[in-house]
């Protein structure tokens, strides 16, 4: 396997170039972005997040083709939609789990279902958009079925 090359971006150390080219696109949608902020312990196994985007409750992990393990993110989200109990105070249960991939496709977590960022008409934000959650805004909460949304 080929080892994965870090990269600082910004004074922030990432573990892989994937990783750092994820957090320079977010911001070029002016997503707030913080790396590896917390682990999170269930089942005796520890996960460390990629990213966790505050101002929408998402957490973003990046799987390019040399970073193994998309299972993590994907328990986490079955744990958390099973309704168990996540104490951790710098997300709120609502929190949309989501995996990006060396091309830059977002998919929600164990699933195929993509997740793109879309712009909201009101707050002009970008978010990451999974229709079989909801069409609201995760910034502003705008919700008028999609119209809210631009094309
Ligand atoms: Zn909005």
């Keep these: ?17 994937l990783e750092a080219r994820y957090a320079k ?14 682990g999170y312990e269930y089942d005796g196994v520890l996960y460390l997040p990629d990213f966790y985007l505050p101002t929408m409750n998402v957490l973003l992990e990046v799987k390019g083709p040399t ?3 998309v299972e993590k993110p ?7 939609e099973s309704g168990a109990v996540a104490k ?5 249960p609502e929190v949309l789990i989501l995996v990006g991939d060396a091309a830059g ?3 929600l977590a164990g699933s195929d279902e993509r997740a793109p960022l879309a712009k909201c008409r009101k707050c002009r934000g970008y978010f990451f958009l999974a229709e079989s959650h909801s069409f609201e805004c995760r910034l502003c909460g705008a919700h008028d079925g999609d119209h809210h949304l631009e094309a």
Excluded: C, Q
């Design 88 to 92: 951790v105070d710098w997300w709120n």
């Design 67 to 69: 970073i193994p393990g």
């Design 74 to 80: 994907a328990n986490l989200r079955k744990l958390l």
């Design 1 to 17: 396997m080929i080892k994965a090359i870090p990269m600082s971006y910004k004074g922030t150390h990432f573990r892989s170039r």
């Design 25 to 38: 696109a977010l911001d070029g949608y002016e997503v707030k972005w913080v790396y590896e902020v917390e």
């Design 105 to 107: 496709n977002v998919s």
